[in-house]
């Protein structure tokens, strides 16, 4: 397994069609920045799409199957969390597996922020899409002026963005 953490590398990606296990470190990378983008589109059919048709989640402690509660549960959770701006880092990877390490921002309709910080474990199929994901997040509380994500949303991070190079 790679150990290696990465932030986002400003080189081309490679294409999605060859973003497929085995895994590269360029293309764990390009995978790792596509599932960041879909993610900050706040889109809840664009992620679903990512995912097999029969994808198992596992998110705190809800546990989804198929890309329809995914969807469902992607609309409840942007209802919830406003304003979403999520960054994602590269763990490591081997083979048909990737491991992530991700910090986003949201804010409550009450106007509490809260900064959420978690690690996903992601199983790919022979396709590329993802049949399997375990994550685990816990919700800090933040003051308004301790936000670090300020770029213009929904949309990606900007890739002059340094996302999350250390754990704080």
Do not use: C
């Not at 590398?9 to 470190?25: C, N, R």
């Not at 993610?39 to 989804?64: C, G, H, I, K, L």
């Amino acid at each position: 397994m790679s150990s290696t953490t990465h932030t986002h590398a400003s080189t081309p990606e490679p294409s999605p069609a060859k973003l497929v296990p085995p895994f590269t470190v360029e293309t764990a990378l390009a995978k790792v920045r596509a599932a960041e983008d879909a993610w900050n589109s706040r889109d809840p059919e664009r992620v679903s799409m990512a995912y097999s048709p029969d994808s198992a989640w596992r998110n705190r402690d809800t546990f989804v199957t198929g890309r329809e509660e995914i969807r469902a549960f992607l609309k409840g959770k942007w209802d919830r969390e406003l304003d979403y701006r999520l960054a994602k880092a590269l763990w490591g990877f081997r083979e048909n597996r990737i491991a992530v390490r991700f910090q986003y921002e949201w804010h409550t309709a009450n106007g509490q922020w809260f900064r959420s910080y978690g690690n996903e474990l992601w199983e790919f199929d022979d396709a590329g899409l993802m049949r399997r994901r375990e994550a685990s997040i816990n919700d800090v509380p933040i003051l308004v002026s301790q936000r670090r994500f300020h770029w213009d949303a929904p949309g990606p991070r900007p890739i002059d963005d340094a996302g999350i190079p250390e754990v704080r």
